[in-house]
């Protein structure tokens, strides 16, 4: 280390002493810890989408008051990821090909609202196997799961499978 300019020889002295004492500081020690959860972006608004008169399908509200009936429930609970993504697809799948119009899924919260299946689910239903069936997506009411649900309004479907 230089002494600074313009030093008497005696500061000079001392400077060369305390210069002497100084080490680098050490680099900070990296976590060889494996990660035991992963971050997620939060979930995403619901879809709503809009008929060409511009009036907003706002299907969940008759759902909640009753005034439409829940025809499918696909419960997610107790899967891993991948386990659950299947079962969505090939139950949606399923209920649009029954003609449902109305299913609820639930995911469950997980701890702090962080649960893996309800922040994976919206990317799920962007999913274009998935997307093409779903008309609108709104949160659940309390008595149907809460923040732990969902409900997903499907595009109307043929009642009977088609062969090919």
């Given at each position: 280390?230089?002494?600074?300019?313009?030093?008497?020889?005696?500061?000079?002295?001392?400077?060369?002493?305390?210069?002497?004492?100084?080490?680098?500081?050490?680099?900070?020690?990296?976590?060889?810890?494996?990660?035991?959860?992963?971050?997620?972006?939060?979930?995403?608004?619901?879809?709503?989408h809009k008929r060409s008169g511009g009036i907003q399908i706002?299907?969940?509200?008759?759902?909640?008051?009753?005034?439409?009936?829940?025809?499918?429930?696909?419960?997610?609970?107790?899967?891993?990821?991948?386990?659950?993504?299947?079962?969505?697809?090939?139950?949606?799948?399923?209920?649009?090909?029954?003609?449902?119009?109305?299913?609820?899924?639930?995911?469950?919260?997980?701890?702090?609202?962080?649960?893996?299946?309800?922040?994976?689910?919206?990317?799920?239903?962007?999913?274009?196997?998935?997307?093409?069936?779903?008309?609108?997506?709104?949160?659940?009411?309390?008595?149907?799961?809460?923040?732990?649900?969902?409900?997903?309004?499907l595009k109307q479907g043929s009642?009977?499978?088609?062969?090919?």
């Amino acid at each position: 280390m230089k002494a600074a300019p313009g030093l008497s020889a005696a500061d000079r002295k001392i400077w060369q002493q305390v210069a002497r004492t100084v080490r680098p500081l050490s680099a900070p020690k990296l976590d060889t810890q494996p990660q035991t959860h992963i971050h997620l972006p939060p979930a995403p608004a619901p879809i709503l989408h809009k008929r060409s008169g511009g009036i907003q399908i706002r299907k969940d509200k008759k759902v909640r008051r009753g005034q439409i009936q829940i025809e499918r429930t696909i419960d997610l609970h107790d899967l891993t990821r991948d386990a659950a993504f299947a079962r969505l697809k090939r139950r949606l799948l399923l209920a649009h090909e029954c003609g449902h119009r109305t299913v609820l899924i639930i995911t469950g919260k997980g701890p702090n609202l962080q649960g893996v299946l309800r922040l994976s689910l919206p990317a799920w239903l962007n999913d274009p196997a998935v997307r093409k069936l779903i008309s609108s997506t709104a949160p659940a009411h309390i008595r149907h799961g809460g923040t732990g649900a969902v409900y997903v309004f499907l595009k109307q479907g043929s009642r009977f499978r088609t062969i090919r």
